[in-house]
């Protein structure tokens, strides 16, 4: 973790211009912290198998780290949530100014493919990486689940469609992380399936979760704007908020079973990076 974020604090954008906030707005989210989960979990597959390629895998993580900063930018935005706090800190459309924030993020998400693209790894594995990013974070995964949110934010859905939902919007970056590690490592498909699957429980989990914290903790508590969710589709809208505890305790549960078909050595790196959260709405 902490050689994630010298790179990073290293490898921020840094562009020449007589633009006043620019270069601050493009770094100012990713400086501002976060649990760095998606580039950990890419790295620890990669630190299992192949530590020699950890290095060399960092701007891979980097670019994931971006792209998923760049959705939260524009997540919090007016025409989205509306936040005016995430990671503790203001909003950028908050401190500075909604174009400002909407730019910050398309150069975000431009600048996580450039940095997968000029990692230190083999031409035919970056270009795999860049397919399973952009299959996961566009139109067919992440952007399909926002625009979801968004558009039923004031009709109720069933259970299956907000697992839909969130299958996507949140689910698929945590299991591209994973499954580009095992790309990277050159894991077989078995292997790679199951990763996917894993993380896209594990995607599940958190965002069960984060209903859970926005509905029972404070902003102080959270970091970031809670009680948001009046009018969108949650789990704790839907279920209510015990019964989404108990959802979310069965799954932290079964999570914790599917990490024993795993290999020792990827079970034990998957551990350390996952076990800290698997019952996080539990804590104040």
């Known amino acids: 973790m902490q050689k994630f974020e010298k790179y990073l604090q290293e490898n921020l954008p840094k562009i020449q211009t007589f633009h006043p906030i620019y270069e601050d707005a493009l770094g100012m989210m990713l400086i501002a912290g976060g649990k760095r989960f998606r580039p950990m979990l890419l790295l620890s597959v990669v630190d299992a198998y192949e530590p020699l390629l950890y290095d060399a895998s960092m701007r891979v993580a980097l670019g994931v780290e971006m792209f998923h900063t760049y959705s939260l930018i524009h997540d919090d935005l007016p025409s989205m949530d509306d936040a005016p706090l995430r ?60 625009a979801i949110d968004c558009y039923f934010e004031n009709t109720p859905l069933t259970i299956e469609q907000l697992k839909t939902l969130h299958i996507n919007k949140t689910a698929k970056l945590i299991a591209a992380s994973l499954l580009m590690g095992a790309v990277i490592v050159d894991l077989d498909k078995k292997t790679q399936d199951r990763l996917y699957q894993f993380g896209l429980d594990v995607g599940l989990l958190f965002q069960i979760q984060d209903d859970i914290i926005d509905a029972t903790q404070s902003e102080q508590e959270a970091g970031k704007t809670t009680g948001n969710d009046g009018n969108k589709n949650s789990f704790v809208n839907l279920l209510g908020v015990q019964v989404s505890i108990n959802k979310a305790d069965s799954l932290a549960t079964r999570l914790q079973q599917e990490l024993t078909i795993f290999e020792k050595p990827l079970r034990e790196a998957l551990e350390s990076v996952i076990n800290p959260y698997l019952f996080r709405h539990k804590r104040k």
């Open 87 to 146: 990671r503790g800190f203001e909003t950028i459309h908050k401190k500075y100014d909604e174009t400002t924030a909407i730019l910050a993020g398309d150069a975000l998400n431009s600048d996580a493919f450039y940095s997968i693209a000029t990692a230190p790894l083999r031409d035919d594995v970056k270009i795999k990486l860049i397919k399973i990013l952009g299959q996961n974070g566009g139109s067919g995964g992440m952007v399909l689940g926002q």
